[in-house]
């Protein structure tokens, strides 16, 4: 509370199944990171701090995906306590790489990776936030845009929408006028039906995009696997293509299920 | 003083490091009686997930276990496969790993030092207190780490999850020019390194030290990063593809990561303090007088000290990220091509947590089979346990909070990536102690 009467808002960073990459880019914001910290209260950031204020938060940011029974009774918790709550990366929003388990079975796979699988406790499936409560926002990426998050931290503060673009990676080659990998070296690409947001990294560094950051709003993902095919790409490698780290979301989902089957 | 009773220490989350655990000690008097550093983290599964794709995807999928670290991850994932596959790198690759390597540890280090442990030595919950009194520090430290991610930014494309590390070398290499624009944020930053160890110097250390095995790489010609033999302070000196002979992985009930120990020995310490003691005679002349000049003098046996030693570390990478920018040429092609085919490799690298090791066997296709990936954390977990065994006694006059807060300090002594591990820290401390205190 500041003397001056009105409080700053309350930010609060929770972490669910992840790899701490998100939160991070807060961190990785050298030069705002200050100047967010004057603009708002960080209250609730254990990867930055010891101190804890309780909620209710202005902003909660959720990193990570459900993949524990304690995990889906706290993300309704979370939810409670959060005015706004935003998932930030490709684990709150579509299950994250973990979502691979969805396909398999997940006792199996525990026992792969442990001795003495019954001292671990996990979900059949890793699913995406919104699966469990409702959510106000979800920045996508893998890792997200640290300009997004402080973009989006600034527009909820001002209580507008966040200017951040839905449609696909290919508008971002066009705009750095990167010569298309994909038709000039036929080299698969999944940036016709990813959503933007990198800056076309992949295609820019001479290698496809892998789908960082997810399905784009109206994704033919059919018409890209048919061109995945006709580049000479077996069915396994359509299906992997897709089941990478946005595998669960459903526009994905149904494609790589779709060349499973073949 | 009179009769004994139990009293709990008890914090629900340990803050600043990288993921979610809690620990819980047991005190009897001056007595421990158990000491858990649990994990909760979810298990993500990725050696599980990791069989049936392609080894081309290994470093992309093996990055996203750490967003702190996934530059090591990348590179255990790429030299394991290129040694499954007897792949041999372009010596410009080589350099470039380094170089990359160079931009994690700093980033990493500069993370670790400023933002989440000093604020213990100075009495601040986190780096964003800090600066209101630290404000110049506060900025060195911003400044620092922007250019250890400029570095990684460079040749991987951003600083978390980079997109360019490929098996048999990088999709695109720098161009000489571009990587000689690092050079005055670099020199800057060599400067900046330097004052960093002294500021670290400054800091008050408790009295403890203790008598470790020390674990690292070690190469014949220079400080290591992606190379080298694994030796220990007590005869160990292995090849890679020996490590799983003389290591072991125990799953304990109360965390989801395997403890790892010396077979026949126990706990080990891995990470910056192992490659300082292990090490000090190949790190270059500035890095040398700079640890002589704050009194570091090997072997450090007070983990606290880390932290000038990820300080000294930080010297080391800026110098020897300069140099590699002087000597690059870039490679003829920026990867060698790989034919998918049939094998098993092993490769150790240096986190900037310590060694990350990782195995993987391919099939005819180039498929994985298995894999199986040992993260520093897991390394560090038995010793980290230990050292609070030996150190949480120490505390027992001390007034709960301050002696937790200690406790606290102690595990970020070892900057654990519990994400990597597993992998969420909460801190419990329950001991009895004696009345009135």
Known sequence: MSSKGKRKPRIAVFKFASCDGCQLSLLDAEDELLGVAEAVEIAHFPEATRSVLKGPYDIGLVEGSITTHQDAQRIQDVRRQCKTLVTIGACATAGGIQALRNWKDVDEFVRLVYATPQFISTLKLSTPIAEHVPVDFELRGCPINKYHLIELIAATLAGRKPNIPSYSVCLECKRKANVCIAVARGTSCLGPVTQAGCGALCPSYDRGCYGCYGPMETPNTASLANQFHILGQSDGQITRAFRGFNAWSWQFRKASEEYERK | ????????????????????????????????????????????????????????????????????????????????????????????????????????????????????????????????????????????????????????????????????????????????????????????????????????????????????????????????????????????????????????????????????????????????????????????????????????????????????????????????????????????????????????????????????????????????????IVPPTSQNQKRIEDDLREYAPRLVAWPLDEATWKCEQAIRNYDPCISCATHFLRLRVERAQPDGA
């Open chain 2, 1 to 372: 003083m009179s009769a004994q009773k139990s009293r709990t220490i008890r914090v629900d989350t340990l803050a600043r490091v990288e993921g979610e655990g809690a620990l819980y000690i047991k005190m009897a008097g001056e007595r421990v009686t158990d000491v858990k550093l649990k994990i909760f983290e979810p298990p993500r599964l990725f050696e599980a997930f990791l069989r049936g794709r392609h080894f081309s995807e290994a470093p992309d999928i093996t990055a996203r276990i750490c967003g702190i670290c996934p530059v090591a991850y990348q590179m255990s994932a790429v030299h394991a496969i290129e040694r499954a596959l007897g792949v041999r790198i372009d010596p410009a690759v080589r350099l470039l790993r380094r170089l990359f390597y160079c931009g994690e540890w700093i980033e990493s280090h500069v993370l670790h030092v400023y933002m989440l442990h000093a604020p213990d030595f100075l009495g601040f919950q986190d780096v964003i207190a800090m600066a209101k009194d630290h404000r110049s520090v506060v900025e060195r430290a911003l400044r620092l780490k922007k250019i250890g991610n400029r570095i990684v930014s460079l040749l991987g494309g951003r600083e978390i999850h980079p997109i360019s590390a490929a098996v048999g070398g990088f999709y695109k290499v720098p161009t000489k020019y571009q990587l000689r624009e690092l050079v005055e944020d670099l020199q800057w930053a060599l400067e900046a390194s330097v004052a960093t160890a002294r500021w670290t110097a400054t800091l008050e250390f408790p009295d403890f030290e203790q008598d470790y095995e020390f674990v690292a790489l070690r190469h014949p010609d220079e400080y290591p990063f992606n190379e080298g033999r694994l030796v220990s302070n007590r005869g160990l000196d292995i090849d890679a593809a020996e490590y799983e002979d003389h290591f072991v992985e125990q799953q304990v009930k109360h965390s989801n990561a395997l403890h790892s120990v010396v077979r026949g020995r126990g706990s080990y310490l891995v990470g910056p303090m192992a490659r300082f003691n292990l090490n000090f005679d190949k790190l270059p002349e500035a890095a040398q007088r700079v640890a002589r000049e704050v009194n570091l003098t090997i072997p450090v046996r007070n983990p606290f000290r880390s932290i000038i030693v990820r300080a000294i570390e930080l010297v080391f990478a800026c110098a020897e990220a300069l140099r590699i920018i002087q000597e690059y040429e870039p490679p003829a092609v920026p990867r060698v091509e790989v034919p998918n085919r049939a094998g098993v490799g092993q490769a150790i690298t240096e986190a900037p947590r310590g060694i990350l090791y990782h195995r993987y066997a391919l099939d005819e296709k180039g498929l994985i089979v298995t894999a199986k």
